[in-house]
Each structure stands twice: as C-alpha cells, then as structure tokens.
C-alpha cells in the first residue's frame, strides 16, 4: 500500500458516509488549501454543505485511479460479488466528485446501479450533489438521463421528474449560458410531452418560466433558445380547444400594430389580418392561430420592445426579435395551407451549415437570401404589411439610442434585406 493510501481510503468512507445519511446537503465544494495544517480530516460538513480540502486531491485521485483500473473490467464481466460492488462505490464517489467528465467512472456508476447494489433514488440524489459543483458536466446530465429512463423503464414511474426543474434551473444560475442544463431541460420536457401528451398547464408554466427568465438574463441566449423550442412546441399539442387568449392579454397586442379599427372579435381580426383560409369557415385550428399569434405578437411587444427600450445594447434580444418575425410569417403561411420554411444560402463554402442557420448569427454578411421568395399570399396580407412597417419603425426609433455604436439597427435592417422579408 502507498504511503497515504490509509488516509485516502478513510476520506472516501467519511464522504460515503455524510452522502448516504444526509440527505439534504445542499451542495459540495473544493476548499482550496496549501497543505494539511491542523492534521485533521480534509472533510467538511457545515450546514448541509459538503467539502473537501484540496490539499488532498492528488492523493484520493491516484489512490481511485489504481483501484478503479484494476476492477473495471471484473466490474463490467459481473466477476464481483455483491459485497466486491459494495465496497467499491465509495471510491467511485471520490472519483467522480474530483473528475466528473470521466466517463468510466459513470459507466462504473450505471454497472453497480444495474446490478441494484445502488438505487435509482440514491443515484439522481448524488448526481445532484455533483452538479451543485460541476453544473456544467455533461456527464453528469447524460447519467441522470439514463437514470431517468431506467426508472420509467422498471417501474414507469414520472415522479422522479418533479424535481429536475428545480435542478436545472439551479444549474443555469450558478453557470451563465450553461446550454448542458437547459438542453436537459429539454430533454425532460420531451420525455413528459412523449409520455404524458396533453400537457397544457406544464408548457404554459414553463413558457412564464421562461419570460422571467429572460427578462433578469438578458444576455444569455440559451433562455432564448429554450423559450424558441418552447412556441415551437405550443403548436404541437393536440388539444384545439385551450385559448390562452385572456391571459396573454390578445388585446393589447393587437393594438400594438396600429391596426386602423379594433374589434373584439378575434376570429374577425384573423381573417382580416391573414385573409380567408382555404378551409373556411371550417377550419378547427382557429383557436391555435389566434393562441399562436398571440404569444408571438405578446413576445414581440413585451420582451423584444419594452426591454430593448431598458437593455438596448443587448445584440440577444434583437436575435429573439428576428425569430419571433420568422415564426410569424410561418403562421400566416400556415393558414394559408403553404409549405414555406426558412432556410438560407451561404456565399462562403468555407462556412459551415451549422454556423448559417444558427439564429443567433443571422445577420452575417455572408448569408445571401433564402431559398424561394415569401408566398404572395403572405405578402400580399395585411398582416406582413403592418409588420414590416413596424420593424421599420422600430429600427427608426432606435437609430439614436446607445446601441449606435454597435450598429444593432442597421444590422437587423440589413437582416430583413438578405432574408427577402424587407426590400
């Protein structure tokens, strides 16, 4: 045995130890120190807050090393007896605390758990620990999928998604842009949609989640893309009855396009505004146009001006106002029974695809216009009409703001022309 090797396997007991009888530790934490002064133990625990000295880092990572190593593969054949796998979590507790981007160790973690020497229970409660620290471990999100899956796997159980919000939405405060988080966010909104399809109240609340998120994070795009994959989504749901209209205030959005009369009935409003559908008056989507439209044009007015008017140096929210304007022009090609995408052309064959369509890179020079011309029944409406007079305005109002320096509005201007929408 090395020299050290007793006070490592001693660290790792006590840490297996807390974990497993504290069941509320809030988060764990390296300590950083230069060498082990008062000869004491390097573990920490302090009002549910789990910590370890750093002078012993390399100590406890070259002591799980060499056992790890030489059990993994016993491990993976099931040539370990149940007591052998007991005995080997808490030095796979070490391992992945210290170095959570090793997949080994994780794979070591889905071994024990697939033999049920650990719960799944267990296991989402330390991965949690894990990403108090490590929030930005892709690792440890792609275990907790796994654990998830399992669990719906055995016992079809959705109760251990109550908690994953919470864990996300942890995970993205203590790390700006953490796109690991909110991808597993998605991820988790996928699985309960798959499993659980008529989940009105969730994206409802998810999608006021998201408006204060973004609202207090004004420069991180990843809320933006999760409330982007969010309207993506409200179309999806199955149900044509739910009307979201009151609550998003359908009124005042409206009126925000200085339309040149105003009528209370919003069927009315519709079909002055898109023009006849080719199925009317039977088309059943009339509700989902109506509830469609109103987000988008609730986004446009709410997040995309008024903060534009507080944060106007803020490139992230002119980003989100160039989705919202092509997710709009999709509705109305929509109605319309139209088979219109956005899509682009690159000049420079040298950049790459992914580069060209991500939406927050749309007003690269490179970009040339989009594949077809819009549809003449989405320009020839009365709603492209009004929009493109507003954007205009809008990039008119901002001209003389801070955001001059930038060039933001000659930018998005620039934008509306290379995508044919403006010209």
């Known amino acids: 045995m090395g020299e050290h090797d007793a006070m490592c396997e001693k660290v790792l007991r006590t840490l297996e130890n807390i974990i497993e009888t504290n069941s509320g530790i809030q988060e764990f934490a390296i300590v950083q120190t230069t060498e082990n002064q008062k000869n004491k133990s390097p573990v920490l625990f302090e009002e549910n807050c789990l910590g370890l000295e750093s002078w012993c880092k390399s100590y406890i990572r070259n002591y799980s090393h060499s056992l790890l190593l030489k059990n993994r593969r016993k491990l993976s054949r099931k040539l370990l007896s149940i007591d052998d796998m007991k005995n080997l979590n808490h030095i796979v507790i070490g391992a992945v605390l210290l170095e959570p981007n090793v997949v080994t160790f994780w794979n070591m973690k889905r071994d024990l758990v697939e033999n049920e020497v650990l719960s799944i229970e267990q296991e989402l409660y330390f991965d949690e620990l894990v990403l108090s620290m490590h929030s930005k471990s892709y690792e440890a999100f792609s275990y907790r999928k796994w654990l998830l899956n399992l669990s719906i796997k055995k016992f079809n159980d959705l109760r251990f998604f109550n908690n994953e919000n919470v864990i996300c939405e942890k995970t993205a405060q203590r790390y700006p842009n953490n796109y690991h988080s909110w991808n597993y966010r998605i991820w988790c909104m996928e699985k309960l949609w798959q499993l659980q399809p008529e989940m009105q109240n969730l994206i409802f609340s998810e999608l006021k989640f998201s408006r204060d998120w973004i609202t207090s994070h004004i420069s991180e795009y990843t809320g933006y893309y999760y409330r982007q994959f ?30 040149p009369f105003y009528n209370e009935d919003s069927f009315q409003m519709l079909n002055f505004l898109f023009g006849k559908s080719p199925s009317y008056p ?102 492209y009409n009004i929009l493109m007079k507003k954007e205009i305005e809008f990039i008119e109002a901002n001209k003389n703001t801070e955001n001059t320096t930038l060039n933001l509005p000659m930018r998005h201007l620039m934008w509306l022309n290379l995508t044919n929408f403006y010209k």
């Not at 009855?241 to 925000?256: A, D, P, R």
């Open 282 to 383: 039977d088309n059943d989507d009339y509700p989902k146009y109506i509830n469609m439209l109103s987000m988008l044009l609730s986004d446009l007015l709410l997040i995309s001006v008024e903060l534009n008017y507080l944060y106007n140096t803020h490139e992230s929210l002119w980003n989100y106002r160039r989705f919202l304007i092509i997710k709009l022009i999709e509705l109305v090609s929509h109605y319309h029974n139209i088979n219109w995408n956005y899509d682009l052309h690159i000049k420079n064959e040298n950049i790459s695809p992914h580069n060209a369509v991500n939406m927050l890179n749309l007003e690269m020079t490179v970009l040339c216009s989009g594949k077809s011309e819009l549809p003449k029944k989405v320009k020839s409406s009365n709603f």
């Open 230 to 259: 969010l309207l993506d989504n409200l179309w999806k749901l199955k149900s044509t009855s739910f009307n979201i209209v009151g609550s998003l205030n359908f009124e005042s959005s409206i009126k925000y396009l200085n339309l």
